[in-house]
């Protein structure tokens, strides 16, 4: 077994296959949001939100355009500050801290568009997202102290773990911008995982990909949630959301309207009335 | 030939003074985004503050040193005010001005408006094909390299070094990726700093330095860094290279006083070949 970090273990199953499991070993409380509020402007993009994520969850976020659902995202990843209401994730009141202290207690975002850091290769964009791993500084680096081949060696090894799970590996060598964008997308989600994340939110990470990228996008989130990672999943395609989901959250106006299991959502009436419509709800049964 | 020899040489040390000027840009600019227009006074401060140390008895390289440390500091102090708030890259680039110009009046107020020099380490001058160079120039060079290979490397290998990239790259994904970017921005400007402090330090022997001399050599740092799209270390030395040398012969076979229009006119080229060269929209 080969230990990685203070949050998580990871063993290869299979060396032939590149498979690596890691798992977190008690269930419970451990995303909660209070009467969370955040406006823009005149606009409530989210208007006093209340929820809770148990612990290797995978909960689907659906709603209509302008929901506020990204804005929830980054009321969770520190993009935004909350104007009202709080965050406790595992044990620790997040609403005020920076995103970095945030990627270090574990929450990591893959984003709705593609952001890649221009002029690297795959591997080395992987690697920035174990950034909250290190602690060696410029001097180190530079001097190529034993902290910082230590820790470098570290993030390599995530992120070539990260890039396995998601099967890109073998491109770990080429510029990040000369891949298409399905794979570009699987980065991010590989740079995601690099840093080991306790919460991964994923914007609709399934936006503009082919039909067997679709299925191999569902396998790889199948795969994390059997490994008990917590994950938020925000997507269009509801479909998508109920094959995977295990609980739905309905946001409509900056609000929940609804929660429950994908069969509760499916049926529930408010649920029908604001977003589904007629021909989505048909599609979904 | 001789002066030819000479010409030259002295300008591959002037230029290395230049190249470490502008890898300060670089380095700044890769990091924060922020043209720092405040780096000529890193140079000024390192020349200025190793010669009151000087004055007061402490040993070179001590002094030396003292100053590079003490240029690091103001480079921090500078970073604070000028990206440490929730600033607009614009008013960044303008407050550094601003900076520029403050620290001239501190220079004057504290150092004078006389021409400061002070001798290098001792050492005899050396003769390469009939010319007779100074020691300092062996020592620019010497320092120079060691701390180019140091920032190329740093920079261009390390992991530290592609996650301060990836601040000016995205500095969204990079902050949401777990990177504190205000605070690699700080240090982007601390090693400007402590560059600019290295540049004053070796080149305030070979060209005394008037308070004000931060503007010079701040344009030739600038065209510099230009040369490498503000982006590439390895390019801004080379771009160094070229000034240093280029100014040179133009204060040898033709006069001194044409040395800064002379720079003036490359970097205008340059800023024509730059706009052609990067699409409109950013330079990645």
Known sequence: ?285 | MTAFVEYLLTGVSRGLVFSLLAMGFVLIYRVTRVVNFAQGAFAIFGGFITYSLLKAGIPHGVSELLAILAAGLIGLIFGIIAIGGDIPLLASLVITIGLSIFSEAIGMLIWGTTPITYSGLAGHDFVIFGAFIQRQYLIVVIASLVVFVAVLYGFGRTYFGKAMSACASNPYAARLSGINVKRMGLIAFTLGGALGGLAGVLITPLSPLTYNADISLGITGFAAAIVGGLTSPGLAVLGGLVFGIAEQFVAGYWSPSNETAVALALLIVLLLWQAKRVPAGGLE
């Open chain 1, 1 to 285: 077994m080969n230990r990685v970090g203070e949050f998580y273990e990871f063993q290869r199953v299979d060396a032939s296959q590149n498979e690596v499991v890691y798992g977190v070993a008690n269930v419970g409380e451990f995303l909660e949001a209070r009467d969370l509020t955040r406006s823009f402007g005149g606009v409530q993009a989210v208007n006093s939100v209340s929820f809770s994520v148990a612990k290797g969850e995978l909960r689907g976020l659906i709603g209509p355009n302008g929901a506020g659902k990204s804005t929830l995202f980054h009321l969770i990843s520190g993009h935004y500050y909350p104007d009202r209401g709080s965050l406790v994730f595992d044990g620790h009141r997040i609403e005020n801290m920076s995103p970095a202290a945030r990627a270090k207690l574990g929450i990591s975002i893959t984003f709705q568009a593609v952001h890649l850091f221009d002029g690297m290769t795959v591997l080395e964009n992987v690697m920035v997202g174990g950034h909250s791993w290190t602690k060696h500084e410029w001097l180190e680096a530079s001097f190529r102290l034993p902290r910082c081949r230590r820790e470098e060696q570290g993030i390599r090894e995530k992120a070539m773990w990260a890039l396995a799970m998601v099967g890109i590996e073998r491109y770990k060598y080429h510029l990040a911008k000369s891949l298409p964008l399905g794979m570009q997308r699987a980065l991010q989600i590989a740079r995601a995982l690099c840093s080991m994340p306790k919460l991964l939110l994923l914007d609709e990470p399934a936006s503009g990909l082919r039909g067997d990228e679709r299925r191999e996008l569902l396998s790889l989130m199948e795969k994390l949630h059997e490994n008990a990672l917590t994950m938020i999943l925000i997507e269009h395609d509801v479909d998508f959301v109920t094959k995977i989901a295990s609980r739905i959250s309905v946001l409509d106006q900056g609000q929940v309207i609804a929660e429950g299991t994908p069969d509760e959502i499916r049926e529930d009436p408010m649920v029908i009335s604001a977003y589904l419509g007629t021909a989505i709800s048909h599609e979904v049964n």
